[in-house]
């Protein structure tokens, strides 16, 4: 991994200032710096910087970080991803602590990623405008210029073309079968070939850009296997790269939405008629990484698979996924026999009208398993089936309750029989796991002045240790609260914000009084709460002990209250 000095170094030649600038027009705010929030469309900023500590907040999504987790965020890459592009952008190189096999792990995926980069160079310059696989992308409705934009290429009709033009560049067999861009012939072993020959190339990129992996259409009729992927490498993982998300991000981010579909002509095609939102699955189910990855930008999904029974099978599971990790989805209902890209080369206004038509992922199904299902009792069972565990897995009580009167009107029935019909459903621990990590990224705020403002205090004591400010909170807060045990704890950006908006960006010890001020006073406004509660309360029960210690407390928090006036 990458040594601290790494890290260190690069925040020392970027300010957070410098690395959002880009992002975020920043207008200066005394000793903030604030904008229009880059996650959410707002009117009024709520995007604030603190340059002195190298740190963001965004009240409107509430997140916040340094500068790598706002890369991160931006990007959709992990630390590695974000340290990568701000130490280029820095200038430093990245050094590797501990063993030497963490630089050659590294090293090594740089090889394979560089033989991705001239794989697809080969395939791009192999697609000539007189070949039959850019005659066919033509035809399905792709501009030269979209074509270029998106790479694609031809895998020649040879069984050796890549690897030995790949081989003269000086790539070794094992890089290229790590790879994935040639395979070992089973019959004769130690006989080599490409893996993908006489297909329509289309590149599959991770977040952050980088070439992964590949999907080849095939160009024969009579090839067995219409669509070929790569396998699975240390670049490639299916359940955590989805197609198209380096170019879609930004569109998903700023529309609030992303549309899912199943295959590289739709979603090319969708892209090239303005829906710039649109993500695909590369031959795999919805994941939990994947839902990661899309909740980044955004907490809408729509689905728009295939209307056979195949891509609604697939639309029911990855639905399911979704509603659990806390998504709301919508599905959009194609005509029959038509896919995504059928749609949209026909007319993209019909496109249009189908996405903003687009329901709820539940009365999506309603409505086409009763349009498929004549019979009462089968429609019941495909609405038990299918219909009803995702109402389960939806997470508002509210929502639940309307769908449930939904169902009740759909089928005949009562919304109480199709309460007692919800079925227990199952949780597997990684959707557990995701679920947990869901509910801590988007609680919200607490509303209580309380809260609030002990955690503005805990923040400012914690940003600012061992200096003279942050002792005297530390004590103060003990004798306040009578509590030490919930000091150690990492630095609270947003309660950090709060309180240098409302006491200034770097309290002195004038605001720390002030913040401490009004921190005691609403503890003791909320211990006289209580001291009047119980007062009351023993009244009703004639408790004369008990009045007279109420009465006592209640007078001596009075007089403590009265003196902050």
């Not at 890290?7 to 207008?27: A, F, G």
């Not at 697939?314 to 919508?330: D, T």
């Not at 949209?344 to 349009?371: G, M, N, R």
């Amino acid at each position: 991994m990458a040594g601290v000095d790494t890290v260190q170094q690069v925040k020392d030649k970027l300010s957070i200032v410098e690395v959002i600038s880009p992002y975020v027009k920043l207008t200066k705010a005394g000793k903030y710096y604030r904008g229009l929030s880059p996650f959410n469309k707002e009117k009024t900023p709520s995007f604030y910087v603190n340059p002195e500590r190298g740190s963001y907040y965004c009240f409107s999504s509430g997140q916040g970080g340094d500068q790598f987790t706002f890369i991160e965020k931006m990007e959709g890459v992990d630390f590695k991803g974000a340290l990568k592009i701000l130490a280029e952008k820095a200038g430093v190189e990245i050094v590797y602590s501990g063993s030497g096999e963490s630089k050659a792990s590294k090293d090594r995926l740089d090889r394979l990623r560089e033989a991705m980069g001239s794989a697809e160079a080969y395939f791009s310059r192999a697609l000539g405008e007189e070949t039959d696989a850019y005659v066919y992308a033509r035809e399905r409705g792709l501009t030269p210029e979209t074509i270029s934009a998106w790479s694609l290429g031809l895998a020649p009709d040879g069984w050796r073309s890549l690897l030995e033009a790949l081989s003269a560049e000086g790539f070794t067999l094992p890089e290229l079968t790590a790879a994935g861009l040639v395979k070992e012939a089973d019959e004769k072993r130690g006989t080599f070939y490409d893996r993908f020959r006489n297909r329509l190339m289309f590149p599959i990129r991770d977040s952050a850009g980088r070439t992964v992996a590949f999907t080849g259409r095939a160009l024969a009729k009579d090839d067995q296997a219409k669509y070929l992927n790569s396998p699975e490498t240390d670049l490639f993982k299916k359940s955590e790269v989805l197609f198209g998300m380096d170019k879609a991000k930004d569109a998903i981010r700023q529309r609030g939405f992303a549309i899912l579909v199943e295959g590289q002509f739709d979603l090319v095609l969708l892209h090239q008629a303005g829906f710039t939102n649109t993500i695909a699955l590369s031959g795999t189910a919805l994941s939990s990484q994947h839902l990661s990855l899309i909740k980044r930008y955004a907490d809408n999904l729509m689905l728009c698979l295939d209307a056979d029974r195949a891509g609604l099978a697939a639309s029911a599971k990855n639905a399911r996924a979704a509603l659990l990790s806390g998504m709301r989805v919508k599905a959009v209902r194609l005509p029959e026999g038509k896919d995504p890209a059928d749609v949209v080369s026909e007319d993209a206004k019909a496109f249009t009208a189908l996405v903003q038509d687009a329901k709820s992922v539940i009365e999506f199904f309603l409505a086409v398993l009763s349009a498929q299902e004549k019979d009462e009792t089968r429609l019941l069972r495909a609405v038990e089936g299918i219909v009803l565990p995702l109402v389960v897995a939806v997470k508002s009580p509210l929502e639940q309750n309307r769908f449930v009167d939904i169902i009740a009107r759909a089928v005949n029935s009562t919304p109480e029989a199709v309460r007692r019909a919800l079925p227990k459903i199952e949780i597997a621990p990684e959707e557990k796991t995701e679920l947990t990590k869901s509910a801590l990224v988007h609680a919200s705020p607490s509303s209580s002045v309380l809260e609030v403002r002990r955690a503005m205090v805990l923040a400012v004591m914690q940003a600012y240790a061992d200096t003279a400010l942050a002792e005297r909170l530390k004590t103060e807060y003990i004798r306040i609260t009578g509590a030490d045990d919930s000091l150690d704890l990492p630095v609270d950006e947003r309660a950090l914000f709060e309180a240098g908006l409302t006491y200034g960006e770097t309290p002195d010890q004038s605001a720390g009084d002030e913040l401490l001020q009004m921190f005691e006073y609403t503890v003791l406004s909320a211990k006289l709460r209580e001291a009047t509660q119980a007062l009351r309360t023993a009244e009703a029960s004639n408790d004369t002990e008990a009045m007279t210690e109420a009465m006592r407390t209640f007078r001596e928090l009075s007089a403590r209250m009265a003196s902050f006036n």
